[in-house]
């Protein structure tokens, strides 16, 4: 890619980034709950039963501080870890009905912000932006 191309697309995907962090913040502010907790439960509550290690892979986190965030969700009653029913040296975490409640919440705010942004799109576009923020994805 030429070097002002790159420029140009590193300074959008900045820009994209900052712009989603700073709505993450005004619509977690109030829950109770931090923006790193809130996507916490997101992702649980996206992939039920997801073993620590895989949760973590999928927050880009290690194991440890995964861990310390798990802990502070379980004493807050909306996380339950549980003993794997395969593999008795790994648990597995899901949602309290609490739990699954600001999942609920935090994830049709989402659906809301993605039909927003989108709105403009046709089917096809909407379908290229999304394989193309997978083939993204796939590169972390």
């Known amino acids: 890619m030429h070097g002002c191309k790159q420029d140009e697309l590193s300074q959008l995907i ?3 980034y900052e712009k989603i962090s700073s709505w993450e913040h005004t619509v977690v502010k109030g829950s109770g709950l931090s923006l790193a907790q809130m996507h916490t439960i997101e992702i649980i509550g996206h992939h039920e039963n997801l ?3 895989e949760l973590a892979g999928k927050m880009g986190v290690t194991t440890g501080t995964l861990t310390v965030m798990i802990d502070r969700l379980e004493k807050a009653g909306l996380v339950l870890r549980q003993p794997h029913p395969n593999d008795r040296r790994s648990y597995v975490i899901t949602l309290t009905s609490r739990g699954r409640e600001h999942f609920k919440e935090h994830h ?3 659906s809301l912000l993605t039909a927003e942004l989108t709105a403009s ?3 096809q576009e909407v379908s290229e932006l999304s394989h193309l923020l997978g083939r993204l994805i796939q590169q972390f």
Do not use: P, S, V
Request: glycine content about 0%; hydrophobic content about 40%; aromatic content about 8%.
């Open 14 to 16: 900045i820009e994209l």
């Open 108 to 110: 049709k705010l989402h």
């Open 51 to 53: 073993r620590m290690k």
């Open 121 to 123: 799109f046709n089917d």
